[in-house]
């Protein structure tokens, strides 16, 4: 698990730029790939003998964004 909570403001992870949730105002890179989401932590967990990637982000269902 890589939780981006724990690494400084401006620092970057794998590329990522550490910067502040609007929601919950913990650290969290933004991703963009499924609406705008502020990913706290990822990890890997095994289902049904696969490995499938989990994140804990804000807000949890990019559908729960205000459309612009």
Same mark, same amino acid.
């Given at each position: 698990?890589?939780?981006?909570?724990?690494?400084?403001?401006?620092?970057?992870?794998?590329?990522?730029? #550490?910067? +502040?949730?609007?929601?919950?105002?913990?650290?969290?890179?933004r991703?963009? @790939?499924?609406?705008?989401?502020?990913?706290?932590?990822?990890?890997? #967990?095994? +289902?049904?003998?696969?490995?499938?990637?989990?994140?804990?982000?804000?807000? @949890?269902?990019?559908?729960?964004?205000?459309?612009?």
């Amino acid at each position: 698990m890589q939780d981006f909570t724990k690494f400084p403001m401006g620092a970057r992870v794998d590329g990522e730029l #550490i910067l +502040v949730c609007p929601y919950c105002h913990k650290h969290a890179v933004r991703r963009e @790939s499924m609406g705008i989401r502020f990913v706290h932590s990822v990890g890997m #967990i095994e +289902v049904d003998g696969r490995l499938q990637l989990t994140e804990e982000a804000c807000p @949890s269902s990019p559908l729960a964004l205000p459309k612009r």
